[in-house]
């Protein structure tokens, strides 16, 4: 039942409210008032007064005040809900609500969930069934004609999560046609924004039952493009017309690091808006994505790939004069600097100076302390890209990726019989594979393979008659690429197409690859998912049963199913599909007449029942403490006759004792242990009693005196003060904001120490709640506890680290990954649940409670003395040494 804005779901307790005038007699009646009797000796007293005076009955205003209290309890045992606007059908009946559920509702999703369960309530209420169509594309799409019950819809609404791509209204409204039966009310909960099925959607609703549309106050904004310029990351960002004209951008790590930030400003009317993140090229290389600061949204993110960040290149110039025009780097030259970072010099210096990948026009033999330190490189992962010449056709040495014959193959000349020849198809394992080879260029020199060394190395690209143009191979960790016709257009016509720009890029991507040109597999095949967007826009690792693209279908790609947006990799070159097409508009939804709008919140309940309850326990407990000041029960507080001195003396008092507490509490002047409070009582009274267990320990053993235990929220509290911190894993890990990743990395970056506690020693599957808990953090390479490890005796001499198990696993930042802090570990992530086996829990023997104590104040000592008896160790040795200095 409704009154106005009001609903109430048991009415029928609004009819004790009639009782009301009943209950005003009876309390105004009871107790009884004392029988009078006549007793002539009274007459003595008559006059006398005393401080306390009885009342007969109680006075009216307490009656009408009780009456008040029992009124607002009937009124919370009728269960009301306050809902802005009435309900869009008060007669019920069968419920259809349409979810626009792509990644531009992800930025009111919670909105949009309450509105879903607003319009399940009111269908509830009626008994009615409910059915749910969602607009987005789904592999397994539901059946919209498939009735709900209520408890089901809810639950489905509750696991429902934005898709990272756009809705597809023209389907859902081709799937709701093949249902029957048409519907007493239809909730169209929107996401703001128009598209080419909009129109088909909404005559399909008008078409089964009157249509009301929940439309969010704010459209998506999303990024159009992002690259990496010399300058730094350019950022290019599309808004609907209502949208919000003020922002910022943000380039990150693919860890989620910030790397830097730009303001965001759309002019007047503007659509589309450009922003310039400026940052150092080696900063802007490492840029994995853009993301506009505050939206989570798969549109608010713009992925980039490993390759579209600008690669240390040296061009190796051997000097002297010449016709710049001439020269065998001034097409590679102009080719690359839109794209790399360029030097010039011999092949030492590049080498020293870290170039990552280096490109080696037409030379003859290779002087022998190039050749060894060229040798080195390409094992420790470089990139070579060679072009041939007359030099190389008459003497080649060992870099290369084939035998080459000697001499060269002349095309089209006087005296040749064969014709120039254009470039073939490029393979489909290739990783120029989509590019279409321009029908003008043509080959006129090249130098040929022994077709027997084609067996050990890759042909990337052919010449119309199969002859190789383009051949790699790996060395090491290293890639040598081959270009068998030189770098000017002497042999060929591509120095001068759009072709060289492109296989040029494509090449260098194997350069930004963190584990080396040549580690995988150069091969080609389909475009296989690494990383995958969510409607968030948060990238995860893609599913094992994700099925590869083809290459033909990648070229085409747009946001589905079957091609998510996220990060991909092919012949070991980096794509990526986005959730935000460059041709796709962002305009305000333009519904048909008929259809009523309002806003996401309007018919959202909200519930006044535990309001109320509290109010009238609040006023019963006035009214006992007004009975017994009636009575004369509450003692009587003597007036204050402080002089001025003693005020003065308990102000001193007041501000020392706070002091003292401050002090107390201040972790800057007590050493305090401290522990990631979860959320979970069970697991944070845990925690408290294990580090209260072992800060005893301390005390006891050790001249270590840490105070009590502080609890901490890693978002919001500073953790600089706080040598030690147990992060206990809670039973539903999940990723840390952005505020809290900051901060673990600060803290791990300024000497804290981090004990990650999984909690899941003896589970099948170790290791999924610090992947999730550490999600987005910088977290170093680590590597397992061993014996030698520093701490194995930091204080007690130690073999295991038993925790409620025996059988527990430790890892701890590599020694080498620590070397800016001289070895000491940041980071130690195990699954013992130590604070569990140091409060000494139900199931944890006594000896087991001392040896994980004992790691815990190795654990302590670690912290606060780093590798102070790693470097005991070594003192025999020094010793020694200073011995026989002094001999």
Do not use: C
């Amino acid at each position: 039942m409704s009154f106005g804005p009001f609903l109430f779901a048991a009415p029928g307790a609004l009819l004790a409210l009639l009782a009301l005038p009943v209950l005003f007699f009876i309390m105004r009646a009871t107790p009884p008032p004392p029988q009078r009797e006549q007793f002539p000796p009274a007459r003595l007293l008559k006059g006398l007064r005393t401080d306390d005076q009885s009342r007969e009955r109680a006075p009216w205003w307490l009656v009408l005040f009780r009456m008040l209290a029992a009124a607002v309890l009937i009124l919370a045992f009728a269960r009301p809900s306050l809902a802005p606007q009435p309900s869009d059908s008060p007669l019920g009946g069968r419920t259809l609500i349409v979810i626009d559920d792509g990644w531009t509702s992800a930025p009111a999703w919670s909105e949009v969930r309450n509105a879903a369960n607003a319009a399940i309530t009111q269908a509830e209420r009626a008994r009615a069934p409910i059915f749910i169509l969602q607009t987005a594309p789904s592999t397994r799409p539901r059946d919209p004609g498939e009735a709900l019950t209520a408890a089901d819809a809810k639950s489905r609404v509750q696991r429902l999560e934005p898709q990272p791509w756009r809705p597809d209204r023209a389907d859902a409204a081709t799937r709701l046609a093949r249902t029957e039966g048409n519907f007493d009310r239809i909730v169209w909960i929107t996401d703001g924004l128009n598209d080419a099925g909009a129109e088909a959607l909404a005559a399909e609703l008008q078409r089964r039952g009157p249509v009301t549309a929940r439309v969010p106050a704010l459209t998506a904004r999303a990024i159009m493009s992002g690259s990496v310029t010399p300058q730094g990351v350019l950022v290019e960002v599309r808004r609907a017309s209502n949208g919000s004209s003020v922002g910022a951008v943000t380039a990150e790590t693919a860890e989620g690091r910030s790397l830097g930030a730009a303001q965001l400003q759309f002019q007047a009317d503007a659509l589309t808006a450009s922003a310039r993140i400026e940052l150092p090229p080696e900063i802007a290389a490492r840029a994995a994505r853009v993301r506009i600061v505050g939206e989570q949204s798969a549109g608010a993110v713009r992925l980039l790939p490993a390759g579209a960040g600008r690669p240390f290149v040296g061009l190796v110039d051997p000097g002297g004069a010449g016709q710049p025009l001439l020269s065998e780097l001034f097409y590679v030259d102009r080719a690359l600097a839109p794209y790399a970072s360029l030097s010039r010099g011999a092949i030492s210096q590049l080498i020293d100076a870290r170039a990552q990948a280096l490109i080696l026009p037409d030379a003859g033999r290779i002087a022998p302390t190039d050749s060894a330190a060229l040798q080195r490189w390409l094992e420790n992962g470089g990139l070579l890209v060679r072009f041939a010449g007359p030099r190389l056709a008459n003497d080649a040495d060992e870099f290369v990726p084939v035998r080459l014959r000697p001499g060269s193959r002349t095309l089209g000349s006087a005296l040749a019989w064969e014709t120039p020849l254009a470039i073939g198809a490029f393979p489909a394992d290739s990783p120029y594979a989509g590019i279409a080879p321009p029908v003008d260029v043509q080959v006129r020199r090249q130098v040929l393979a022994e077709p027997a060394s084609l067996e050990e190395a890759r042909v990337w690209a052919t010449l119309s008659d199969n002859s190789p143009l383009v051949t790699a191979q790996a060395r090491g960790r290293g890639l040598i690429v081959l270009f068998h016709v030189s770098a000017t257009p002497e042999w060929s016509d591509m120095p001068l197409s759009g072709l060289f720009v492109e296989v040029l890029r494509r090449t260098l991507a194997f350069a930004a690859r963190a584990d080396g040109a040549g580690e995988r597999e150069i091969s080609g095949g389909p475009f296989v998912a690494q990383r995958l967007l969510d409607g968030y826009g948060a990238l995860a690792p893609a599913p094992a049963d994700m099925q590869p693209i083809a290459p033909e279908a990648f070229a085409i790609a747009q946001p589905s199913p079957a091609t998510p947006p996220g990060l991909y990799e092919r012949a070991g070159v980096s794509a990526s599909i986005d959730a935000m097409r460059p041709d796709e508009s962002l305009q305000p939804l333009q519904l048909p007449s008929g259809v009523s709008r309002a806003g996401l919140g309007a018919v959202i309940e909200r519930p006044l029942a535990g309001w109320l309850f509290g109010l009238a326990g609040l006023m019963l407990a006035i009214d006992l403490l007004i009975a017994l000041l009636l009575i004369g029960k509450l003692p009587r507080l003597p007036r204050p006759r402080a002089s001025a001195a003693s005020l003065v003396l308990a102000a001193l008092m007041a501000f020392g004792g706070d002091a003292h507490a401050q002090n107390a509490n201040d972790p800057t002047q007590t050493l305090r242990l401290a522990y990631v409070r979860t959320g979970d009582s069970r697991i944070d009274r845990a925690s408290e009693q294990g580090l209260r267990a072992l800060s005893d320990i301390l005390t006891q053993r050790t001249s270590v005196e840490p105070g009590p235990p502080m609890a901490l929220d890693l978002a919001r509290d500073d953790l600089s003060a706080y040598p030690f911190i147990y992060w206990p894993a809670p039973p539903t890990p999940r990723r840390l904001s952005d505020a809290a990743l900051t901060n673990v990395d600060r803290y791990l970056a300024i000497g804290g120490l981090l004990l990650v506690d999984t909690r899941d020693s003896g589970a099948q599957q170790r290791g999924r709640p610090a992947q999730t808990m550490l999600s987005g953090l910088d977290v170093p390479p680590l590597e397992a506890v061993n014996a030698e490890h520093v701490l194995t005796r930091a204080f007690y001499l130690l073999r295991s680290f038993p925790g409620r198990s025996q059988s527990t696993q430790l890892w701890a930042e590599s020694a080498s990954a620590a070397s800016s802090r001289d070895g000491v570990a940041a980071i130690f992530i195990g699954d013992g649940d130590w604070a569990s086996a140091w409060s000494g829990q139900a199931g944890v023997s006594d000896r087991q409670r001392e040896l994980s104590l004992r790691f815990g104040v190795n654990l302590v000592m670690v912290a606060l003395t780093g590798n102070y008896k790693a470097d005991q160790v070594h003192v025999p040795a020094l010793l020694e040494r200073m011995s026989e200095d002094r001999r």
